[in-house]
């Protein structure tokens, strides 16, 4: 209080220093905003170009914004507080520039009541001569830091760069998901009085493209028929914000089409490869853990014949629950295919190769079992301790699965039992039928006379 | 008193004064100063170099009792200080005490390191208290006291070096050095030609008053908080670890066996004081306290060996210290 009382009492020459403290603080608090504005300023035009170039979503460029100025903020005001000078040294500074000997210093510094009077009003006299020596304006100009225009020219490399760099970046390339690129179009259009319906179907698009369960053609074609749409929509609309707006619309979905018919396109490749695979109801550790991260953007891409069948999904199935393998899933299990064998890289073909191991070992001891002395009695039934794993007086018990997908041209050969017979004498083993746990068609030799699902241990004999 | 009859007055003082010395113009103002601060003066200097002509010009320039003590192996603390003599006086016989060299205004203790430790802290006392204790009885010194004490610094053989509790006492150490050509021709001109003067008495008959005025303005200068702040990190920069209480970075501190005392800090602060009147200003300036910082400290500054080995004087660790203490 004493201080600022003192600050505005413009007769005393202790007031120059008070008036070069206020002075040098504004210096500093430029100094401060010159270094730290400009990065702020360009950090928040690049949130803005990449928010206009969809690149990020509205919220992601506001909270950028928001951060980027909150840090500013902060950033300036820890640099700006310990800049602020002291009396002490603005008094010295004052007294080095007109030669007063320390008087500004001991005149801004001393507490006057502890000090005679007489000596107060003499040392205030002898420093007012010396008041004229300095000039605020003329001694203690501003002057720009070499930080400042570093930041500054930085900032502006940073912004033009980002200028022109965003535009000349592929349009497919952004990460923005598909619905939420059409769900913006389509709200965009809903605000435009004629565009009602083409906005509405816009979005049943989206929510369609979302669907796994949708043929990939359904929505290639769906979105053809929309694009027609909107391209005549767009020959008849007069105002050009609304032909802008169609046009976007109009290549988002030329996009999407794109995308579609790349991925489905990759599928056919995956297929004719031998994009067979087994899915198995068995517990697969590692490879069904890395399923589980997986998806996200492949949802969109993913194959309607790579879906498990209604009977996986209503069962106990691992990969039942994933509703939607993506394009690396498929990758990898034609990868899995293409061998012929189960990749023994992958932990959870090893476990469920080590399974069918387990189950011929079985069979054989079974067998090996049986030649010796514990053959039952024949005509009898057998006794309980002679059933194998699985079996029981009923049949077989809590059988377990697997679900086998062939590759095309096998799954096309399939009809023909001789083929598919002396496929599976050769060394390739090949599964007979798309799926296991349908029951082998009668004309299949080795089809079981009665109904049932395809055991596990069965699937080495299969193959 | 207004400042300009005490820059006036001490002006007088130091003419007077060089009337008589050739040279010397910075120890006669410090030793004036010390003075007027009501300090003693330790005058370090080898023989023949005027030490006992300056004080003895001082006094006669202040107009005020002189005495002067041969310090010497043998004196007992009773010579300086007095003792009670039996007396007869009406018939009565009592003790009377007769006073020592030690009661008058401005004392002499030439070459004060000849003489026992005993001996020597007989004026301690007399230094700090300004009185002396005989039989039980006190009795106050004259106002203003100062002792002006003088030692040799190379004759060392037979002499007992002041311990560091008397030292303490002395507000400024101050040498003395060898006249320049110039000097030493004006001093021949002065000493051995038939010319032979005496400083004159320039404070009036009630000088003691006078001096005690000015001793009351000489405080009263002004000093900025920034200035005596200054003064503490000195102060504090010379002091070993163990005596601040934490490490700091000056790095001459590996000479310093122990550093100063507080009263190292009065002596620099009323130093400065002193300085500033003089040159007629009522405030201290950091060329103040860089101006008597030298004898205020130097004799408080006890070095170690390696110091002594590498021949690192204090003023030097001083200098050093001066440099690596900012001021602000």
């Not at chain 1, 349908?438 to 089809?447: E, K, M």
């Amino acid at each position: 209080m004493h201080v600022i009382s003192r600050l505005y009492d413009r007769e005393r020459p202790e007031n120059l220093v008070f008036r070069l403290v206020a002075k040098l603080s504004h210096h500093a608090l430029w100094d401060s905003l010159l270094i730290f504005l400009p990065p702020v300023l360009a950090l928040i035009y690049g949130a803005v170009v990449l928010s206009h170039a969809a690149w990020i979503s509205d919220l992601a460029s506001f909270l950028v914004i928001a951060v980027a100025v909150g840090l500013g903020v902060l950033v300036v005001l820890l640099r700006y507080r310990p800049l602020i000078p002291s009396v002490s040294s603005a008094a010295q500074l004052v007294d080095q520039r007109s030669g007063a000997n320390d008087r500004f210093l001991t005149l801004a510094t001393i507490e006057p009541t502890h000090v005679p009077a007489l000596l107060v009003a003499r040392l205030s006299q002898e420093t007012a001569g010396f008041m004229e020596r300095v000039e605020l304006k003329r001694d203690f100009p501003y002057k720009l830091k070499r930080s400042a225009c570093w930041s500054f020219g930085m900032s502006l490399i940073a912004a033009i760069l980002i200028h022109f760099l965003v535009p000349l970046a592929a349009p497919g390339t952004h990460t923005l998901p598909v619905r939420q690129r059409l769900s913006g179009l389509a709200e965009k259009m809903a605000q435009k009085p004629g565009l009602n319906g083409l906005a509405q179907e816009l979005k049943t698009l989206a929510a369609k493209l979302e669907d796994p369960k949708i043929h990939q053609e359904e929505k290639q074609s769906l979105a053809q028929e929309i694009e027609k749409k909107i391209e005549e929509q767009q020959k008849k609309e007069e105002q050009q914000e609304n032909r802008d707006l169609l046009g976007e619309a109009a290549s988002t979905l030329k996009g999407i089409e794109k995308e579609q018919s790349a991925s489905g396109q990759d599928q056919q490749k995956d297929q004719q490869k031998g994009g067979g695979g087994i899915q198995s109801n068995l517990p697969q550790k590692g490879q069904g853990d890395s399923k589980q991260s997986e998806g996200g953007e492949g949802q969109s891409k993913s194959d309607p014949s790579m879906q498990p069948s209604k009977d996986m999904q209503s069962g106990n199935s691992t990969q039942g629950n994933q509703k939607q393998p993506d394009q690396e899933k498929n990758q990898q299990q034609s990868a899995d295919a293409k061998g012929d064998q189960p990749n023994p890289n992958q932990p959870g073909n090893e476990q469920s190769k080590e399974k069918i191991g387990k189950s011929q070992g079985a069979l054989k001891e079974g067998a090996g079992k049986d030649k010796a002395s514990e053959e039952p009695p024949q005509g009898a039934p057998p006794a309980e301790r002679f059933y194998k794993a699985g079996e029981g007086k009923e049949g077989i018990s809590g059988a377990r699965y697997v679900t086998v997908q062939l590759p095309e041209e096998v799954a096309a050969d399939s009809k023909g039992a001789s083929r598919a017979t002396k496929e599976s004498k050769g060394t390739r083993a090949r599964p007979q039928v798309p799926l296991s746990n349908v029951p082998l068609p009668a004309h299949v030799p080795n089809a079981p006379a009665e109904k049932q699902q395809l055991p596990i241990e069965y699937r080495g004999i299969i193959r | 008193m207004e400042p300009e009859q005490f820059q006036k007055t001490l002006r007088r003082l130091e003419a007077e004064v060089q009337r008589v010395i050739v040279g010397h113009e910075d120890l006669i103002r410090k030793v004036l100063i010390a003075f007027f601060a009501g300090g003693h003066v330790l005058l370090e200097g080898v023989p023949g170099l005027g030490k006992t002509l300056l004080v003895k010009s001082l006094s006669h320039a202040l107009g005020m009792s002189f005495k002067r003590i041969q310090f010497t192996p043998d004196l007992m603390p009773s010579d300086i200080v007095g003792t009670e003599v039996l007396t007869e006086n009406i018939g009565r016989r009592e003790f009377q005490f007769k006073k020592g060299p030690i009661f008058a205004h401005v004392v002499l203790a030439d070459e004060i390191n000849r003489a026992t430790p005993k001996t020597q802290s007989a004026v301690l006392e007399a230094m700090e208290e300004r009185q002396v204790t005989v039989f039980g009885e006190s009795h106050v010194l004259d106002s203003p006291f100062m002792v002006l004490a003088t030692q040799n610094p190379i004759e060392l053989e037979g002499t007992y070096p002041l311990p560091e509790a008397q030292l303490d006492r002395f507000f400024f150490k101050l040498l003395v050095t060898s006249p320049t050509p110039v000097e030493l021709r004006e001093i021949l001109k002065r000493t051995t030609g038939t010319e032979s003067g005496d400083a004159k008495k320039v404070l009036p008959e009630d000088g003691g008053k006078l001096v005690s005025e000015m001793n009351q303005l000489l405080r009263q200068v002004m000093i900025a908080p920034p200035i005596e702040d200054y003064v503490v990190r000195l102060v504090h920069a010379t002091q070993t670890d163990s005596q601040n209480g934490g490490p700091s970075n000056i790095s001459v501190k590996q000479y310093v066996r122990f550093g100063s005392s507080p009263r190292g800090a009065q002596s620099v602060i009323l130093g400065a004081k002193g300085n500033a009147l003089i040159e007629g200003r009522v405030h201290v300036s950091y060329a103040d306290v860089e101006k008597v910082i030298y004898p205020a400290l130097r004799h408080r500054l006890i070095l170690n060996f390696q110091a002594e080995a590498e021949n690192v004087t204090a003023d030097q660790v001083i200098a050093e210290v001066i440099k690596q203490v900012p001021k602000n």
